[in-house]
């Protein structure tokens, strides 16, 4: 073969490899923001949630059950980590994502055809917390998966842009649940959206889980994937059978990821409720504002995981770190401070938490090997969510209640960050390694 044909074939086949690059992100992004419309849309509907479903009389009570529910989904989480970590280091990312976003918006459908406590008493808050636990378990394995889909499909150079499309798609699937709660709260009655305005979003997430699952089916699974397989076929040699040599980097991992936990469940689930029951805010306007949250996140996220890229992922993480401990609670004063100080106080909140969520998925793909890859991802990231993320509304609304300060949850975001900081001086750099 001449040279000059050779030079034809090779740069014939770069425009397959970049097809396939943006395809893969493309899905991994798409369903993962399906699956996170379907769940945040309960922290969103969290108020009304509680009088549905939880006796009426004490809207304290209420709605500590009603983000009790949220907490309790949380349970599973550790263990669907494993269980899905393990099926996909073991047959592979693409099944993974597409059973878990099958299972996810199956779930979120059927909340939306609950009926409330008014019509089947205490069942009520049973069903929805049974429910709650099966999309606690479907979305276990979504984030891990997402993360290890794209980050062993992305070039190493670029694996921290790419990788962010990750939490800029849960943001993503955020935003759309919070846009169309708005829209309800702006067309529907009080009465309304309280009888069946609140089940329209959970209704829509079967067709929305169709055309995710869609996309995920024309896909293959990853290069670096189909290399270990190749490699080592034996499955057992793979996944949760493999993990004993990295118990020490999954404790750390967990140490790692309990800011994420605690501050994307604080300023992006939460905060719409604490902005109507702390600060006064009307539902739609505690909803709008906290848009401003998730228009900074987003457009942050991919240039923190450029950033990441030139700089490394440990240096941006630590110095995250030091910004919410040494801000926090100033933001959360200029927060009480209503008009443009709560929008200027939520852009820097959706700063902060950007500057973590933008390189931490591609952080946790590069600690571990990809023959347990998904599982250590997953079983860290799922048990530090669980223990501190889905707990988080719970334990802040039980912290301001006990301390009768408002400001409380913004010590708990501080407290978990120097956790996190502590952690990660334990880490090594992984910026610009082979993913193996």
Sequence with gaps: MGKSEELVMQNSSKPDISAGLK???FAAALGNAIEWFDYASYGYLAAIIATVFFPPGDRTAALLGA?????????VRPIGGIFWGNFGDKIGRRRTLIYTISIMSIATFTIGLLPGYSVIGIWAPLLLMMIRMVQGFAASGEYAGSASFISEY???GKRGLLVSM?????????????LVTSLLDYYLSSGALHSWGWRI?????????????????????????????????EEEKRGLRALKPYWKKILIAFGVVLLNAVGFYIILSYMPTYLMEEVGFSRLHGTLITLVTLFTYVFILPLIGHLADLVG?????????????????????????GGF?????????????AGNDGVLATFLTEMFPTSVRFTSFGLA????????????????????????NQFAPAFYLMAAATVCFISLIQTTETAHKDLS
């Design 313 to 337: 992922r440990k240096r941006v993480l630590m110095t995250t770190c030091v910004f919410f401990v040494l801000f926090t609670y100033p933001v959360f004063l200029l927060l009480s401070q």
């Design 166 to 178: 990750v939490p800029a798609s849960t943001a993503a699937g955020l935003m759309f649940a919070a």
């Design 154 to 156: 992305a070039p190493k």
């Design 67 to 75: 983000f009790a529910v949220f907490a309790v989904s949380f349970i």
């Design 341 to 353: 100080w709560s929008i200027l106080a939520l852009f820097l909140l959706g700063a902060f938490l």
């Design 23 to 25: 395809k893969a992100v």
């Design 381 to 404: 990231f799922n048990t530090g969510n669980a223990l501190f993320g889905g707990t988080a509304p719970f334990v802040a609304t039980y912290l301001i209640a006990l301390t009768n």
């Design 201 to 233: 979003p959970f209704l829509i997430a079967l067709p929305l889980g169709y055309l995710g699952l869609f996309i995920r089916l024309r896909l293959e699974d990853t290069p670096v994937f189909k290399k270990l397989e190749k490699a080592e076929p």
